[in-house]
């Protein structure tokens, strides 16, 4: 049987075939920015290293470009697309592909807890939902890889080092997941439309035998609350005593001047200890 040629989804004259023919275009509500770059694309699929026995979510699929390179290394792959004006678009696109289910759902209310343990994630998030699917995929624990697209100034909270502008809460919680690694930064031309930042890829390795504790997670966003405030006063704020505070600080042998952003992951684990 002759295979039928299938377009190349990445190429910009497919992209604004596909558009017109649907009377389309990329929405801003959506955060849509179309993948146009084959280079790019294939830089995501090797981070994933995905297997045929792998099950992959993908968010926010757009014209399917990611989802037929995903689904070409023969993994599932699951397909979370909220725009049911693109459902038409997907089910030519990647509709003949017996390893690719598109689900019309919100990323942000899906049930990630149904999935397989050990599913990996990869997409082309968009911008404005990018850290809350992130962080509602890694609270699951049903992921060992998520390898994503996002804004560069994400990415760099991601993957910040202590006592660097970019380290905060969320640089700290991701590292209690995850070994975070940004891969690879792109360039705004890359997509269709190009947005108006840079992007990067970053791939993120989920920590083995994690036991989930909300509580420490709050504990660590409260302390950066007011990053221009010593971590003393912060602690106190919290609702800590000013004694107790002292206490774990002279134990761990703090300056009563230091922030909370010149703690490690560590650091913070053995302040929460002290002072719970």
């Given amino acids: 049987m002759t295979e039928i040629k299938r377009p190349n989804l990445s190429a910009r004259a497919t992209v604004k075939d596909l558009l017109e023919r649907y009377a389309l275009r990329a929405d801003k509500a959506f955060g849509q920015n179309f993948l146009v770059d084959e280079a790019i694309l294939g830089k995501i699929v090797n981070a994933a290293e995905l297997t045929p026995q792998d099950k992959v979510i993908e968010v926010g699929p757009g014209l399917g470009v990611l989802t037929r390179a995903l689904a070409q290394t023969g993994a599932e792959v699951s397909a979370l697309e909220l725009d049911e004006r693109l459902l038409p ?3 030519e696109t990647v509709g003949h592909l017996e390893n690719v289910s598109i689900i019309h759902r919100d990323a942000l209310t899906f049930d990630y807890s149904a999935l397989p343990t050990a599913s990996v994630m990869v997409a082309n998030l968009p911008y404005n939902v990018a850290t809350p699917v992130i962080m509602r995929a890694l609270e699951s624990g049903r ?4 390898v994503f697209l996002v804004q560069k100034e994400v990415a760099e909270r991601f993957t910040a080092q202590p006592g660097s502008k970019a380290y905060g809460a969320l640089s700290v919680i991701i590292r209690y997941f995850a070994q975070a690694q940004r891969i690879y930064d792109v360039k705004p031309g890359s997509f269709m439309p190009a947005p108006e930042v840079t992007s990067s890829i970053v791939e993120l390795s989920v920590n083995k035998n994690l036991t989930y504790d909300q509580k420490f997670i709050d504990f660590v966003h409260e302390t950066f609350r007011y990053r221009r ?12 005593l000013l004694t107790d505070v002292q206490s774990a600080l002279s134990q761990l042998k703090y300056d009563d001047k230091i922030r909370a952003e010149a703690l490690e992951l560590d650091d913070f684990k053995n302040l929460f200890h002290l002072l719970a």
């Fill in 143 to 146: 992921f060992k890889r998520l």
């Fill in 229 to 240: 405030k010593t971590l003393k006063k912060n602690l106190q704020m919290m609702g800590y």
């Fill in 89 to 91: 678009v997907l089910a």
